[in-house]
């Protein structure tokens, strides 16, 4: 039942994001009289025949930019988790120089790791 109730309640919320604009116009429409007597700014003026759309067309900018700045954030989260690499080990093998066999034995390589790598001395 739990489970149930935080799904449909997830769900509200999604299409609410989705439909913000659908619920800029339907708060204009049952609010009309009100907001055309109380909130107009061209409510002194009655020869433009304004009737509350300058109110409802700063409603539907207001919901533009928000829903615009929630997309450039959702955006900017998916391109980190794109390019988001995990750590990877870097193994080195070493192995001890010795003599090279060679007729004669002439190639004498340094031993050991202390030593600074030069090139081979002639014998």
Not at 48 to 62: A, F, S, V
Not at 98 to 111: A, C, E, F, H, S
Request: with cysteine.
């Amino acid at each position: 039942m739990k489970y149930r109730i935080t799904s449909l309640l997830l769900v509200v919320c999604m299409i609410g994001c989705s439909f913000s604009r659908f619920f800029v116009y339907a708060g204009f429409e049952f609010n009309r009289h009100y907001i055309a007597t109380k909130l107009c700014e061209n409510r002194n003026k009655p020869w433009l025949h304004c009737n509350g759309h300058c109110y409802l067309m700063k409603k539907l900018k207001e919901a533009d930019a928000k829903q615009a700045a929630n997309e450039r954030e959702t955006q900017k989260n998916l391109m980190q988790e794109t390019y988001f690499e995990p750590a990877q080990q870097v193994k080195f093998f070493t192995r001890v120089i010795g003599t090279l066999d060679i007729p004669n034995n002439r190639i004498k390589l340094p031993q050991g790791h202390g030593t600074i790598l030069r090139p081979p001395q002639l014998g």
